[in-house]
């Protein structure tokens, strides 16, 4: 311990960039069940010609003799397809698909899945019932693309933190229906759960709304050789299971995260990431998988196992301070080293300026509103030169300013957003809300009918 404890004298740090709160954050909910109960559902779904694809497999706890009834409903309440058993799948011709925000209207299209239970017990007869939210659409990745329903989609979103004055980490509706409201008025497509994942209210109104989620794990703070032991990465494994078990069903979801920023240059690392990343692959084929990585290119270890690089960098404020005539040529070196090392497509997964809202200079210095958008347009001329190539993302860090433990490097809290903690906008939220709209303009939708109505009914304009 350093000198200046007493002895005995202990202080508690943390290593991560968030403060984490205590107590109950979410809804604590209790239920009981049939002596035989439907205990999960998992749903794939996919399009072959003209019709979606429903996949069904469902579990029944503590029963034999029991049958299941499933059907299919779309958003006028009719049938559109029925099952029977354990597993099956249900075809609907004609399917309207699951498509992200400002690719199709407003709400995304949501079908609703229904399984019915019967059994015959000791006991006598019993029944169980259960809806589900699905929607149909399908995600690939290839070289140089992300695929929604067979169509390029890029990210053009935020990093979130489930942070807020009074509640802390509390979920909190109307605070829910307030930062939806401003994603839409942002123009934003997408969010990272940074850094674990979120209340199951926050993917359910995404799964609404459009809004396109990678989701990830609280893989944060990896950063030491024991970190990478075979105890890990058996309980991360672990974690992983929990995590697919929980979220596997929102179409929203369109890939898993299994850390951030984690050590992964450290020779362990390759092994562990490949056998966590291939376990979660095995967990749920149906989505790619990757972590989001602050590694050189040349060193990072578990790159080769991602389907999507996701990369951070912070070119003119974690270094080189204040030369923003820098991060153009750092930015395209960055990119064309990843891509010509890995070959696959590249989200931009952090970048940004801390910004105390009132702090203006000219010319831009650090921490003044100038400096934060000064230092996105440099990112965004960068982005735009590999936008449509390879890189298929960019994710502003962060949506809102969020409290952090104290250090002589936070004033009260993280402010790299581009809203204050309370949600008011700082200078690079109109800027950030001017380039969304713009790349959701020139990006060539597969409804472009329904995606100038979006745009010029937008409550949100």
């Known amino acids: 311990m350093p000198s200046w404890y007493p002895k005995g004298y202990f202080v508690q740090n943390t290593d991560f960039d968030f403060f984490n709160y ?110 589900l939210p699905v929607g149909i659409r399908t995600v690939a990745v290839t070289e140089s693309q992300f695929l929604i329903n067979g169509k390029p989609f890029y990210f053009h979103g935020v990093n979130k933190h489930e942070d807020s004055d009074i509640r802390g980490k509390g979920f909190d509706w109307p605070l829910l229906v307030k930062d939806f409201n401003l994603l839409l008025w942002l123009g934003a497509n997408a969010f990272r759960t940074s ?69 992964s240059s450290l020779e362990s690392a390759g092994y562990y990431f490949k056998m966590v990343i291939t376990h979660t692959k095995a967990l749920d084929p149906s989505r790619p998988v990757t972590f989001v990585t602050n590694s050189n290119y040349a060193a990072d270890k578990g790159a080769p196992y991602v389907d999507v690089i996701c990369v951070n960098s912070y070119y003119s404020w974690y270094h080189d301070y ?47 509103e100038e400096y934060q958008k000064a230092l996105l347009e440099q990112y965004h001329l960068g982005l735009d030169e590999k936008r449509g190539k390879y890189v298929v993302g960019e994710l502003i860090w962060n949506f809102a300013d969020f409290m952090t433990n104290q250090t002589p490097q936070r004033v009260l809290g993280n402010k790299k957003g581009i809203f204050t903690r309370q949600r008011q906008p700082k200078a690079a939220a109109f800027l950030l809300r001017e380039r969304y709209w713009k790349i959701a303009n020139e990006t060539r939708y597969p409804h472009s009918a329904a995606k100038s109505q979006c745009l010029e009914n937008s409550p949100f304009t």
């Open 322 to 368: 204040g030369h923003l005539e820098l991060i153009q040529l750092q930015l395209g070196t960055q990119f064309e080293n990843w891509y010509k090392t890995y070959h696959k497509p590249i989200i931009q997964s952090e970048y940004g300026a801390e910004t105390i809202v009132g702090f203006h200079q000219d010319p831009p210095l650090m921490f003044s």
């Open 22 to 131: 205590a107590g109950l954050q979410r809804s604590v909910l209790l239920y009981t069940t049939p002596t035989t109960y439907i205990d999960d559902i998992t749903v794939t779904t996919g399009v072959q010609q003209d019709s979606g694809l429903v996949n069904y497999q469902i579990s029944v706890k503590r029963g034999s003799q029991f049958e299941l009834e499933v059907r299919l409903l779309d958003a006028e309440n009719k049938v559109v397809a029925a099952g029977t058993g354990t597993q099956g799948q249900l075809k609907v011709p004609g399917a309207n698909l699951w498509w992200p925000y400002l690719m199709h209207e407003l709400p995304a299209y949501l079908y609703s899945l229904e399984v019915r239970l019967t059994a015959q017990t000791s006991v006598g007869p019993v029944s169980d019932f259960y809806t």
């Open 195 to 263: 850094h674990y994942p979120y209340a199951e209210e926050v993917l359910q109104m995404c799964d609404r709304y459009g809004i396109v989620v990678i989701d990830e794990c609280p893989a944060v703070g990896l950063v030491l050789p024991q970190h990478f032991s075979n105890t890990s990465m058996n309980h991360h494994m672990r974690v992983m299971e929990e995590l697919v078990r929980r979220d596997k069903n929102h179409p929203a979801v369109v890939m898993w995260s299994v850390a951030n920023e984690p050590a």
